[in-house]
């Protein structure tokens, strides 16, 4: 700003109230070349005063010069003629109250006296010729998981800790306190006055509690400065000052913007705010004079016009006293439920990625109109929200909103049994099962959807009810060793997206089961399909698949490509799917298996420290892949730390049992590594127990390759060539991507010589799933304790 002052005579500082425009000001007029004066037009309140205040302001006096002409009669004259000559920095702070009369004064003054310069505060610019406007925006607020240092380094934080220490001496920011501070300054918008005030109430509150009170900021921060004008005394007086200043229009208009947390466009304020007192036609004029009045900020390509958080909270509390709330806010849920229900087929095909950035810049916007529609208890409403965002929440990952939202609406009376609901339990069933598996509630909810569209006279038109009413069976009664007969059904469907889905999930369900014969080719039909639909999703997970299949073949080079072009597709969803993490590990391994151990590392440690969002499993994932590299360098302590730390992520989560089962089988390969006999037999079994009652194939083949070590290590080495023997015929075949299992074949084949591997090898080819379950004295889960859980998508 000095330079700008230098190059300019008339520059505006804008922005919100409590922003620190008058710091500001003062900070640079103290640094400025020429003697600054400062004019605090806060108190004036008649236009015709704006030049008697400047006139005080300097000092100057109604005395005739002796032997000079007397006083000019007009104030506007005088102060002209008094400045006439002079070099000097005129700070006129809080002009907005004055506009009209301030800008005409500075016009004249600029005009007259051309070696002074003014530098102006404002909420709203002067809008005369030659102003030059600077924006103070707020302090850029601390990133939300900070901790004591990076928080320090974040201004708005500093100024919290300043005023802090200065009411409470000794304060200082720490590991045990800088969790609430963080949140108050977010929550405050990094606005200074607001948290100045904030910071006061230190003098008799802990930060948590002030933290957690920020729901009533207004009541809660009116600790200001007694020297203070009284305007910026409490948070309320800021803003209803410009409250104060707006008319009617303007303030209808802020009191309906108060239902937006996103921000609105212009469509979406044109919308829903129109109505008594605002005419559509009128709400592009006054969102501007909002702006202008520093009330708004515009952001993105697209307009946005957005509120500070302490602006739409005394929006809303004008908006409730107004009698107009319910009216505001039921227009803002149609207007978003709309919009979903406008995007929502275009998620499967290839425009889905316009739709999927649209609905992600509206996101806060369609949750609080989900969480409105929920708490006004308008259950027809609600189901609308969840069928058209059902598979938007699935695609990005937000799944605990899918479950959660439908399940409070469920519970609202009148909800409708029509194809809407149905398609909304259906999607709701899938994200339960993919991301926190609930088999019970899942199952109720999918029987639900079956109940609704068999009572209904005419079939499902939806593609997910099609695919649901010819898949449900397979999750409520769980997997079976042949996919469910209605899959057949779906291979020939006109819409090639469910068509998709109907190759992958009979390849999926082949693969699981050890069936390998056909799910080449079902995975290049289910490619073809989604490549015809668009849908990004489908050909992510079908590369991943066609990847494994490379890479149990030995040619981990292509594997890593295909993975490599999975995680691309997703990256362009927003990289938010569901089982995103198992991409990332396979990529890893493949890359480690052709010599890339160091780029995988980087893979892996770029996902645990977050570039990758991750889920407790998914972290114990990538802990489990680190430990797995390690374990084969040779590095036992490296490999404990790690597949210790999976083990205890695992321990206690609820789910599918597969991945738990590979951890197990991991560490207990370590524990016979390091002589721990008991232990890994222990871990063993439990692992065995786990992939078992998945009715994993595959999983059940890795811990029955674990067990054949465990038998090599215990001197039986013709069990252990019959284990590895059955754990192939399970699988399929053999499986190249797990040097591991290889290294425990080639060591048992070692040992007993060419003949009697293959023997034992072969015997064991012979055996069966029922086979294993008798032998190691264990049950069917299908029979004993309900229908498997189904792993991988969709």
């Not at 809080?94 to 506009?99: A, I, Q, S, Y």
Request: proline share 6%.
């Amino acid at each position: 700003m000095d330079e700008l002052l230098v190059r300019v005579r008339l520059v505006t500082l804008t922005g919100a109230g409590g922003s620190g425009k008058s710091r500001l000001a003062l900070e640079a007029a103290e640094r400025a070349s020429d003697a600054g004066w400062l004019v605090e037009l806060a108190p004036v309140t008649d236009p015709a005063e704006v030049a008697e205040a400047v006139i005080t302001a300097l000092g100057l006096r109604e005395m005739t010069l002796i032997g000079g002409p007397a006083p000019a009669p007009n104030p506007v004259d005088r102060l002209v003629s008094a400045l006439a000559g002079r070099r000097l920095l005129l700070v006129l702070d809080n002009c907005e109250h004055l506009l009209d009369a301030t800008a005409r004064l500075a016009g004249t003054i600029l005009g007259h006296c051309p070696d002074v310069r003014i530098l102006a505060t404002s909420r709203e610019p002067l809008g005369i010729t030659g102003e030059t406007l600077w924006p103070v925006e707020p302090l850029a607020p601390p990133p939300p998981s900070a901790g004591p240092e990076e928080a320090m380094a974040n201004p708005a934080v500093r100024l919290f800790a300043d005023r802090a220490a200065a009411v409470s001496p000794g304060f200082a920011v720490t590991a045990g306190n800088v969790e609430p501070v963080v949140r108050t300054c977010r929550a405050l918008d990094g606005m200074p006055l607001a948290i100045e005030l904030a910071a006061a109430r230190l003098r008799a509150m802990t930060p948590a509690q002030v933290a957690d009170r920020l729901d009533d900021r207004f009541r809660l921060l009116t600790a200001g400065s007694r020297t203070a004008m009284p305007r910026h005394r409490t948070l309320r007086a800021v803003v209803e000052w410009g409250w104060d200043l707006l008319k009617e229009p303007e303030r209808t208009l802020w009191r309906r913007l108060a239902v937006f947390p996103g921000g609105a466009t212009l469509e979406s304020a044109e919308a829903v705010c129109a109505g008594p007192g605002l005419d559509r036609a009128d709400v592009l004029d006054v969102l501007t004079a909002l702006v202008d009045k520093s009330l708004l900020t515009i952001t993105g390509a697209e307009p946005r016009y957005r509120m500070l958080e302490t602006i739409r909270a005394y929006g809303l509390e004008r908006l409730a006293e107004s009698g107009a709330e319910t009216a505001a806010r039921r227009a803002h849920a149609e207007y978003f439920v709309g919009l979903a229900e406008e995007a929502e087929p275009h998620l499967y095909r290839a425009g889905q990625l316009p739709w999927l950035r649209r609905l992600t810049a509206e996101l806060d916007n369609t949750s609080a109109a989900l969480r409105w529609t929920i708490s006004a208890g308008d259950a027809r409403l609600g189901i609308r929200f969840c069928a058209a965002l059902g598979w938007y929440w699935f695609l990005t990952g937000r799944l605990g909103d899918a479950a959660d939202g439908l399940a409070e609406i469920l519970a609202l009376p009148d909800v409708p049994d029509d194809q809407l609901t149905a398609r909304a339990l259906a999607l709701g069933a899938m994200t339960l099962m993919d991301n926190r598996p609930d088999g019970a509630r899942a199952s109720a909810w999918l029987a639900r959807a079956q109940d609704i569209c068999r009572r209904l006279d005419r079939a499902p038109v939806h593609p997910v009810l099609r695919l649901m009413l010819e898949t449900a069976q397979m999750y409520t009664s769980g997997w079976d060793t042949s996919p469910a007969p209605g899959i057949e059904n779906l291979l020939d469907d006109p819409d090639p997206w469910v068509r998709g889905l109907a190759y992958f999930i009979r390849g999926q369900i082949a693969q699981n089961f050890g069936r390998t014969d056909r799910i080449e080719d079902d995975f290049d039909r289910a490619l073809t399909a989604f490549r015809e639909s668009g849908d990004r999703w489908g050909l992510s997970f079908t590369l991943t698949s066609q990847a494994e299949i490379l890479g149990r073949r030995g040619d981990h080079r292509a594997a890593a490509g295909l993975y490599e072009e999975a995680l691309r597709l997703d990256a362009e969803l927003g990289g938010g799917t569901a089982g995103l993490l198992h991409v990332h590990m396979r990529l890893a391994n493949a890359l480690d298996l052709i010599g890339e151990r160091a780029r995988a590392e980087r893979l892996l440690h770029t996902a645990l420290h977050g570039a990758v969002p991750t889920t407790p499993e998914e972290t114990a994932a990538l802990h489990y892949q680190l430990g797995e590299f390690a374990r084969r360098s040779g590095d036992t302590a490296e490999a404990l730390r790690r597949l210790s730390r999976a083990d205890e992520l695992t321990a206690n989560l609820p789910g599918p049992a597969q991945f738990r089962a590979m951890i197990l089988c991991a560490r207990a390969q370590l524990d016979l590594a390091m002589g721990a006999l008991d232990a890994a037999t222990a871990r063993l079994d439990e692992a065995l127990r786990g992939a078992v009652q998945a009715r994993d194939y595959p999983i059940v083949s890795h811990v029955l390759a674990g067990h054949a070590e465990h038998a090599r290590v215990m001197g039986d080495p013709r069990r252990a060539a019959e284990l590895l023997g059955t754990a192939d015929a399970l699988r399929g075949t053999r499986d190249l991507s797990l040097p591991d299992v290889l290294a425990i074949e080639s060591a048992t084949r070692a040992t007993l010589g060419e003949e009697a591997f293959t023997t034992a090898y072969t015997h064991g080819r012979t055996k069966t799933f029922a086979n294993v379950l008798t032998d190691f004295a264990l049950r069917d889960s299908s029979e004993a304790d309900g229908p498997a859980t189904p792993a991988g998508p969709p």
